[in-house]
């Protein structure tokens, strides 16, 4: 009885989700590269976080790759077979995530849930996320003893 059950369910899903067929939850490689160049363009790069660990340098990794060219032919096989096997690890982005990601960069969650103020200045220290973002603007571009006096007057708490 629950492998009759279990058949018409899975049957009933393939049927609503059409698993096997190419939908509107499949985009061309053509169509996710052109989304994944308009993120990177469009994204705003971070002075504080290393380019290794960049939202541009993940999306480059997932850009679907061309067919070989002549260029790519005088290549080992090896090679080639290792760059197809990281790529075949490498899942293509889903549509679900290309727009979430759109989702971010238009910040349509910040506009659909605002922060109350009494979050983003607490009665104990009101400028504390103010101070926090001017940090972040000012530390890349100190020099080294202007960072090492920062963190003398971190340890000592000068006030």
Known sequence: ??????????SNMKATCKINSPGPMQLSPKTVSAHINRLISRWPS??????SVSVQTY?????PTSSPSATTQS???????????????????????????YSLLENRYEKQYPLPQNLR???SAPSHYDDVLREFSEA???GWVKRMMEKVKGVLRFQ
């Open 59 to 63: 999306l480059k990794t997932r850009l």
């Open 140 to 142: 890349p571009g100190r």
């Open 46 to 51: 971070d002075p504080v976080r290393p380019s």
């Open 1 to 10: 009885m629950t492998k009759t059950v279990r058949s018409s369910f899975l």
């Open 121 to 123: 200045h607490p009665r």
């Open 75 to 101: 290549q080992s096989q090896s090679q080639i077979q290792s760059q197809s096997q990281s790529q075949s690890q490498q899942p293509q982005l889903s549509s679900s995530s290309i727009n979430a990601l």
